[in-house]
């Protein structure tokens, strides 16, 4: 035999080995044959459906379906290559059979997941606008309560007036810990609701927590004012945020009555009210803004006036006087004790305030001056020092010096450095009144009276060996020896009670820095 008509042979005799089951000691019917049909999902839990497809399931009309040996339920034939099966009660993971008895089509695992129960709690369900909130949910198993981790969840919004659920903006999907739980920390802008979704897996039925509502109150920022000047008219003004629309009220405090006294359209979320009282004493109001359905009903917390005169100045009395000067040393301003006398201290307190903002130095609390308190400016340090326990800045432009402490304004005094003019020192040469530029650092110190060359200094703590120094000067508490303009031979001058009580302060090596304009 050629060697040709033996591979033929051996050909043939190999298929007649296959078509008769036995290939090498294997039969045919041990190997794995491909599923007769698809199923779809691959996985779900008790009383989901399943939908099979590709086989002829019109050729087996009596037979019957089963997942994991367990009767399915409702096993309907849609068509010919399409069925129908609902997951039982009881059933386990496994094949997907249909059989008549005669007739069997096995399919694909399917998988029968385990049903989980979830919930959530909120940290509050009222917030102010630009408020925090947190919100955790867990996943268990439906029986037996065990946690359920690896599971995706995700955080969804319902605004308020809506019925449409979306993924909840600014987060981020997040997988179940070994507790079961997630966490989600958001700043509502506006009423809504808030739910966590599980995801299904393989393992696991998916499950949606019950929604959570949330309310969001606007915040209130209103500009301070404190003391509004009797017979002159005061703004009222503030913002409310978020920018909503619609009309703000305010009320004023009566009897221990709040009552209307006016209400305004918002322009892009901001208001202002004109204050105009007839008579001294207290005034306590309060903006209302009603709900829209958007936001909350809000309330602004109270806002305390107090009424005061029209001016004031050197020898006046009386509560105005006391609000005055409470209002200026919370404003850091130096202004000895806080009582309700007008004495030299307040005058210069006064006049270092008119100096910062721009206004006449002349220590006379007029409208202008009232009106600033409400709004004023603030100077500031141009070397903070962080780590300084006390240190002086003096600015020339402003006249004024200012101590800090850790780099922060602590107290600011009315001063007066050098006027610039010509003058004949103790060497009868001509010489200009400068203060020098520049940091220094507090050299030596002498108490009480000292008699220098250009005159008499009053608890001196120089900054240079050259005769320049922090003091006092003239006789006890005259303000007239700190004139509110630069006046000095080139020393840096304040008052005498100023003096006093800062001179323990003024140790050895306190950092001075001077600057500002010419002299």
Partial sequence: MSSTLRALAVTAITATLISTGVVCGVTASSANPAPAFSIKPAHGSVGSTVTLTGADFSAVPSATATIGG??????????????????????KTGAVVVSDGT????????????????????STTS????????????LTTATGGSPVAGQLAGLQHRAAGSTTWNHARGTKAQRTNAKGQVRWRITPAANGHFRIHFRSSAAYAGATTSGRSVKVYP??????????????????KGSIHPKVRGVVYLQQQVSHRWVRAGHQTLVNGHYSFPIKPGAYGALRYRIVWRSDGTHAHSISKPIHLRIVKRELSLGDHGPDVHALLKRLHRLHYD?????????????????AFEKVNGLTRNGVVTTPVWNKLNHPKRPH????????????????NKQILMLAKYGKIWRILDTSTAGGYLYTNSSGQTERAVTPD??????????????????????PSYFT????????????????????YPNSHGCVRITNNAVLRYYNLLTVGTSVWIYGGTP
């Fill in 438 to 459: 520049g940091h220094f650092s507090v050299q030596y110190k002498l108490t009480g009276w000292h008699k220098s060359q250009l005159g008499e200094l009053y608890y």
């Fill in 335 to 351: 202004t000895g004790p806080v009582d309700s006398s007008y004495g030299d201290d307040a005058l210069h307190a006064v006049t």
């Fill in 70 to 91: 367990v009767a399915a339920d409702a096993y309907t034939i849609v068509s010919a290559h399409k069925a129908t099966l609902v997951v039982p009660s009881g059933a």
């Fill in 219 to 236: 915040r209130f920022k209103t500009h301070p004012i404190h003391t509004v000047p009797i017979y002159s008219t005061s703004e009222l």
């Fill in 127 to 138: 917030l102010r606008f630009g408020g925090g909130l947190t919100v955790t949910g867990y």
């Fill in 465 to 484: 060996n050259t005769g320049y120094a922090i003091h006092g000067e003239g006789n006890g508490n005259d303000s007239g020896e700190v004139p509110p």
């Fill in 103 to 122: 007739t069997t089509l096995t399919g694909p695992t399917f998988t029968v997941q385990q049903k989980t129960k979830a919930r959530s709690v909120a």
């Fill in 381 to 396: 340090l141009r070397h903070p020092d962080s780590s300084a326990a006390l240190a002086v800045e003096v600015n020339k």
